[in-house]
């Protein structure tokens, strides 16, 4: 009876370190609003008063400035939406995949265009899904298809799945820069980026997506290696 009892303590225990962590990001994200917004009105303020007298160095450091704050705020956003993906979840219910992806294009159309992506998807199923947090997921597993090349080259996109006895699988597959195989577990945590100064982002699509298939009782897997593109793979229970 022992390891029952000790299995269940660590399982509560987990839970509650859960819990408290998304209290922390969502205390940590909503508190920084005002003081935030603060700091970019009085920003605002200053410069617009000082518009046609600034130096070259100044203008820099101002460019600098409002760089460090849309950081900031996107990554309180990313702490927010992480922070309500249990506290403010939707019911489970029949969801046809076809249209979330296709309202995920939609929300990504500026970016496609911008990249000229080809995106080939297949038929998909209907699962039992949060409808919402479905799409949210494939938005940010999308834009992460979209944004990790190099060069001019053609960017391509594909999006699969294949019914297993249990569950539905999924893939979302690129043909940009790839991961190493030493950072698949390391870019699912949150604000980990392998090149800040390169591509867009705080590094927090992958964590949300994790968070996402972990609710819904599934998982997801990286398969990728440098120079050959990215395969995310996860999982959708039957029921």
Known sequence: MQPVIQKDLVES???????????????????????????????RLLIGSRQNNLTEE??????????????IDDMQQ????????NTRAGPMRET???????N???????????YC?????SE??????????????????????????EGNGKREITITSIQKEENWLFEIKDNGIGIAK?????????????????????????TIAHKIIQRHGGQIVIDSKPGTGTSVFFSIPKS
């Open 182 to 206: 030493e950072y698949h577990e390391e870019v699912l945590r949150l604000f980990r980026r392998l090149a800040p100064d390169k591509y867009k982002g705080v590094g927090a699509g992958l």
């Open 78 to 85: 990313a702490l927010l939406t992480f922070s309500r993906l």
């Open 96 to 102: 046809n995949c076809n249209d979330i992806v296709t």
């Open 13 to 43: 225990r987990t839970d509650q370190i859960a819990r408290d962590y998304e209290d922390f990001a969502y205390i940590v994200s909503h508190d920084l609003n005002a003081p935030l917004r603060h700091v970019k009105e009085f920003t």
């Open 117 to 121: 992506v080809v995106i080939e998807c």
């Open 58 to 71: 100044e203008q820099e450091y101002i460019g600098l400035l409002e760089t460090s704050l849309k950081k």
């Open 124 to 149: 998909l199923p209907v699962v039992i899904a949060d409808p919402n947090q479905l799409q949210l997921l494939f938005v940010n597993l999308i834009d992460n298809a979209l944004k990790f090349h």
């Open 104 to 114: 995920a294009l939609q929300e990504l159309d500026n970016a496609i265009r911008q």
